[in-house]
């Protein structure tokens, strides 16, 4: 079973969670904003689908701080997890979508299997914190200056990797 866990401020990342659900066909009963949700909510699930969009220089969106905390402390062993974000690359290209890369690296010793990992191809940035090893380690999206046909595109490519990637 498969649970979404989001932080949005502004709505974008919500709006971003409700699309990936709907690809995933997802109830929303599994949908979960993090600054209403307590991090047990996640124990019930397989597959951790968490998103966040990226503020500042680089940090995560505010819900997030408190809830990775405590996630941090839960038993991750065996769970899979994909991360996804927003960002706008055009703004802030040396810190877009950092938040993604954030969430991996607090969960990366955890014990979790992360999924949906690819190759950036068709952006512009690859050299933020979502970028390891030339690989971009969750999705991310620029609402901000990309059309929403290809928004949608990414979430759909995205969720046929997690599909894959999380049987």
């Not at 503020?55 to 995560?60: I, S, Y």
């Amino acid at each position: 079973m498969t649970g979404i866990f989001f932080g949005s401020t502004t709505g974008t990342t919500e709006s971003v969670a409700n699309q990936i659900a709907q690809e995933l066909e997802i109830s929303s009963t599994d949908i979960h904003n993090v600054s209403e949700t307590p991090v047990e909510a996640t124990d019930k699930y397989d597959c951790l689908l968490l998103g966040s969009s990226t503020w500042g220089c680089g940090e995560l969106q505010d819900d997030w701080y408190d809830f990775i905390k405590s996630l941090k402390s839960q038993n991750l062993n065996g769970k899979k997890v994909g991360i996804f974000g927003c960002g706008d690359g055009e703004s802030y290209p040396d810190t877009f979508c950092d938040a993604v890369g954030l969430i991996y690296d607090e969960l990366s010793e955890n014990g979790c299997n992360f999924i949906g990992s690819f190759e950036p191809k068709d952006y512009t940035i690859t050299d933020s914190l979502i970028c390891k090893n030339g690989k971009f380690v969750g999705l991310a999206i620029d609402d901000c200056n990309e059309s929403s046909q290809k928004v949608s595109e990414r979430i759909h490519e995205w969720c046929n990797l997690i599909k894959k990637e999380s049987r």
